[in-house]
């Protein structure tokens, strides 16, 4: 199942729980706006090149629309729509003022020197720029992306609208970013781990973690899991995969990966086949790089006791959902605005997903909008800053972010007791629930 296939059968699902009226739920589902633009440049043996950019606007029903920019060669319109429906519930599960974007070029960054990124950068922001900004759109790094390319956006992006260091997040610090903010995505799965396992009285110290992906999620995540006591036993990455059942030396295999551009070769662990690290026994699984790893193909060999979503969609919706919901009967649904109901449907049905393979064999899934959100709630601090003026210590970056973290566990956990589902859907429920809300609220009419 591709990325938008997955996403909105997730979104669906949640509608269905939440008794959506079927026009509001296709208003909800319908993106805001689709770009695609045309990006010629001069390569660097004076040849011109032709990419194709994309930024999809989701949803502003909560305030601006919010989301990475992404290179890479295989970026589609199915992918970028995928992502910026995402990033519409995740803004809405961490309760930021934010709808949600996202955007990419259709390229190859390692094929391309400093000089082609930045004239790319620079074209595409051209073609775009009227239709991002402060309070509209506010992007941000992505995969194939990084601190470099927003402060490219941003100084393009000035010289129309005069200086603007809000437009984008995730910059330099020198321009602006935040404290803390590399760290923002992995810190967050830390927080959303712990809230999890505290659910169960347990705690990081002591448990045993796999981690897929050493990119900046997981090296960041393998780095304070193991500062919090816990125990990294394997960890993968493009290049190969490593093991030790005594515990990976993080700061020193950071080293090497750094040394090497990644970790093939590392001599702190036993060498393992990559495609056998999500099957390893450990408590915690961890995909932190490409969607789609956890399917029904290998769901049944999964020997961890939970699954922290640090990636985007990293579980196919037939690993872990049933065919057949049972239905439940429910009086009319409704989404409660304040201090006024509004009646969305009078033959609401709630649909209680049974959980398939994973549930089955007791695996609890922490989902990728709320487990990976402490990256745009990071993005969020960042924004306010830029636009009081005023930076905070990194002291306080970590400390709002552990705050927000909790809270939309806490959230999530209560629409799972309200609406008896599992945290997948009570997350989505969540963030549907929200951003519906704040569409009525501003006067959608059936």
């Known amino acids: 199942m591709n990325a938008l296939a997955a996403t909105s059968r997730n979104f669906k699902q949640a509608a269905k729980l939440l008794g959506l009226d079927s026009k509001l739920e296709k208003s909800l589902l319908i993106p805001f706006r689709e770009i695609k633009v045309e990006c010629t440049i001069p390569k660097d043996d004076g040849t011109l090149a032709s990419y194709v950019g994309f930024r999809v606007q989701h949803d502003?029903?909560?305030?601006?629309?919010?989301?990475?920019?992404?290179?890479?060669h295989e970026v589609d319109p199915d992918e970028v729509n995928a992502l910026a429906q995402l990033m519409t519930w995740k803004t809405a599960v961490a309760n930021i003022p934010y709808g949600g974007a996202k955007g990419g070029i259709g390229c190859s960054p390692g094929d391309l020197s400093i000089s082609e990124l930045e004239r790319l950068t620079r074209v595409f922001t051209q073609k775009i720029h009227d239709l991002i900004g402060i309070h509209t759109d506010v992007p941000a790094p992505d995969m194939g992306t990084n601190a470099q390319t927003m402060a490219w956006i941003l100084d393009e992006y000035s010289k129309?609208?005069?200086?603007?260091?809000?437009?984008?997040?995730?910059?330099?610090?020198?321009?602006?970013?935040?404290?803390?903010?590399?760290?923002?995505?992995?810190?967050?799965?830390?927080?959303?781990?712990?809230a999890l396992l505290a659910e169960h009285g347990k705690g990081i110290a002591g448990q045993r973690f796999v981690i897929q992906g050493f990119g900046n999620v997981g090296s960041w995540a393998a780095?304070?899991?193991?500062?919090?006591?816990?125990?990294?036993?394997?960890?993968?990455?493009?290049?190969?995969?490593v093991k030790n059942s005594n515990g990976i030396d993080i700061a020193k295999?950071?080293?090497?990966?750094?040394?090497?551009?990644?970790?093939?070769?590392?001599?702190?662990?036993d060498a393992v086949d990559p495609t056998s690290l999500l099957t390893e026994e450990c408590d915690v699984l961890i995909p932190a790089a490409l969607g789609g790893v956890i399917n029904k193909d290998n769901a049944d060999g999964i020997k961890a006791k939970y699954i922290i979503e640090a990636a985007n969609h990293p579980t196919d919706p037939e690993a872990d959902e049933a065919r057949t919901p049972k239905i439940l009967p429910q009086n009319k649904a409704r989404i409660?605005?304040?201090?006024?109901?509004?009646?969305?449907?009078?033959?609401?049905?709630?649909?209680?997903f049974v959980v398939q393979i994973?549930?089955?064999?007791?695996?609890?899934?922490?989902?990728d909008i709320l487990a990976n959100s402490g990256g745009v709630t990071v993005s969020y601090f960042e924004w306010v800053q830029n636009i009081q003026g005023f930076m905070w210590d990194e002291e306080k970056?970590?400390?709002?972010?552990?705050?927000?973290?909790?809270?939309?566990?806490?959230?999530?956990?209560?629409?799972?007791?309200?609406?008896?589902?599992?945290?997948?859907?009570?997350?989505?429920?969540?963030?549907?629930?929200?951003?519906?809300r704040a569409t009525v609220l501003r006067g959608w009419e059936a």
């Open 253 to 269: 295999l950071m080293k090497h990966s750094a040394e090497n551009r990644g970790i093939k070769g590392f001599d702190g662990g």
């Open 397 to 436: 970056v970590n400390r709002e972010l552990k705050t927000y973290m909790t809270r939309a566990f806490r959230d999530t956990k209560e629409m799972c007791r309200s609406h008896h589902c599992d945290l997948r859907m009570g997350a989505f429920t969540l963030g549907v629930n929200r951003v519906a």
């Open 358 to 367: 994973l549930a089955n064999k007791g695996v609890l899934i922490l989902p």
């Open 160 to 194: 129309f609208h005069g200086y603007s260091p809000a437009v984008v997040t995730g910059k330099p610090v020198d321009l602006g970013g935040s404290l803390g903010r590399d760290a923002a995505t992995g810190r967050g799965v830390l927080f959303a781990t712990e």
């Open 223 to 241: 780095q304070l899991i193991t500062e919090a006591g816990g125990k990294v036993i394997a960890i993968s990455d493009v290049t190969g995969a």
């Open 60 to 72: 502003n029903a909560r305030g601006p629309m919010k989301g990475g920019i992404r290179y890479h």
């Open 336 to 352: 409660c605005c304040h201090n006024s109901t509004h009646t969305l449907t009078d033959s609401g049905e709630m649909y209680m």
